[in-house]
């Protein structure tokens, strides 16, 4: 069995020191760190069988395709998904969601249809909405957060209706760590006949995963907040439902038979993967979801559960710090503001006591307008962070709020 002190000597990047201090990476929510078995596999691919996919017949094509594929049934299976044909790699759970929002553009939305989404989501599962909406005259509707930083039932229990086509929502929230009630809006979309994209972005490693237990009709992620590299990413999604997705983007790799004047596309997955894929970045990826694997979900949900709620309770023993919301559940991370500091400042001081920390609107900022807030720090945990850099990083907090104090004193 690992222990996080045990785990580290996987990520070598944690052993640095920065402005003189041990580094102490608490920023994974928006970048987790690759450990060794993933940079080895990005690395020997390139060092031996670096080729284009697909397409060639000689042996480092044939390898390449061989590795990327194995790639793709890894995250079938870490998915639950019933075939590897419901897995498109993309760029990001960016790119994934303006594949879904762009396609249904292309003929499955059109003037009086409606899509729901939230007001806690990042901004990539908000915008490509916007676009989708403005081109084809649908209407989207956004379902607000309460002060607790949950999303109001009663109002998405309102919002939805026959009109509604899709209901767009974050898994997890990226500013507050909202857990959200998925099987609840699932049924409710379903029973008006809405397909659900669910945002997996901040709960891949908290697993909320089993595509056959939660019957969402797309799931997405990024590989960077699951220990692979950037660059890399997958689309979720029922075959069925998948099936009727036209493509979005045309080109080499997605086609059956080519003509002047017109093209007929192959097919899943291959149909909505248009172009040379991310080959070396898949196989991290496929590393990365091997890795997480054979750590086992539950121990990493219970390590990250454990450091987070740590960081929860010293957080709240300080009367000068205001946390943004107070869910049922919450995962991943917590974001926070010292009373009176610009997050900025707050985040820059810690960095200067070797504490990585994200600042800002965290590309949610519906959210933070509706908290009243312009921008927070966030802390957000790894199975590789310890205790101890928790605490450490609240020895930092502290130094900095007696900082604070001391000027606004002056
Ligand atoms: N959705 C959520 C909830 C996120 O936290 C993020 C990244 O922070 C994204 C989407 C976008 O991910 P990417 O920039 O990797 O496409």
Redesign the pocket.
């Known amino acids: 069995m690992w222990t996080p002190e045990t785990i580290r000597n996987d990520f070598p990047i944690l052993d640095q020191t920065v402005n003189g201090r041990q580094l102490i990476y608490l920023d994974n929510?928006?970048t987790t760190q690759m450990p060794a078995p993933v940079l080895e596999a990005m690395t020997s691919y390139m060092l031996h069988d670096h080729s284009n996919v697909h397409r060639g017949i000689h042996a480092l094509s044939e390898r390449a395709t061989g590795l990327m594929e194995k790639s793709r049934e890894y995250v079938y299976s870490f998915l639950g998904a019933k075939g590897t044909e419901e897995i498109i790699f993309t760029?990001?759970?960016?790119?994934?969601?303006n594949l879904v929002a762009r396609s249904m553009s292309f003929g499955l939305l059109e003037a009086g249809d409606e899509i729901i989404t939230t007001e806690m989501?990042?901004h990539?599962?908000l915008i490509p909405w916007q676009e989708a909406c403005r081109r084809t005259g649908a209407v989207l509707h956004v379902v607000p957060v309460t002060k607790e930083g949950e999303l109001d039932y009663g109002k998405l229990e309102a919002l939805i209706s026959r009109r509604t086509k899709l209901v767009a929502v974050?898994a997890?929230?990226?500013v507050t760590g909202t857990v959200n009630e998925l099987d609840r809006i699932i049924r409710l979309a379903h029973d008006a006949g809405a397909w659900v994209l669910v945002?997996g972005?901040?709960a891949v490693r908290h697993g909320m995963l089993d595509m056959s237990a939660m019957d969402c009709d797309f799931f997405c992620f990024?590989g960077?907040?699951m220990m692979g590299p950037?660059g890399t990413?997958v689309l979720y999604g029922k075959r069925e439902v998948l099936e009727q997705l036209p493509p979005e983007t045309f080109g080499g790799g997605m086609v059956d038979q080519v003509f002047t004047d017109h093209a007929t596309y192959g097919d899943l997955p291959f149909r909505l993967e248009a172009g040379t894929p991310n080959i070396m970045g898949i196989i991290g990826l496929g590393a990365a979801v091997k890795y997480l694997t054979d750590l086992g979900r539950d121990e990493i949900v219970n390590t990250e559960d454990r450091l987070l709620s740590l960081a929860e309770k010293e957080l709240r023993a300080r009367p000068q710090i205001d946390i943004l919301g107070s869910p049922v559940k919450r995962a991943g991370c917590i974001s926070f503001n010292i009373k009176g500091c610009h997050c900025y400042d707050t985040a820059k001081l810690l960095d200067q006591l070797g504490v990585a920390m994200r600042s800002g609107h965290?590309?949610a900022e519906p959210l933070l307008t509706a908290f009243g807030e312009t921008g927070a720090v966030r802390l957000s945990p790894a199975f590789y962070n310890t205790e101890d850099e928790i605490l450490e990083a609240m020895k930092a907090l502290d130094r900095v709020i007696r900082l604070i104090e001391r000027t606004v004193r002056k």
């Open positions: 929510a928006a760029s990001g759970a960016t790119a994934a969601i989501e990042h990539a599962n974050t997890v929230s990226n945002d972005s901040q990024s960077h907040k950037t990413g965290h590309c």
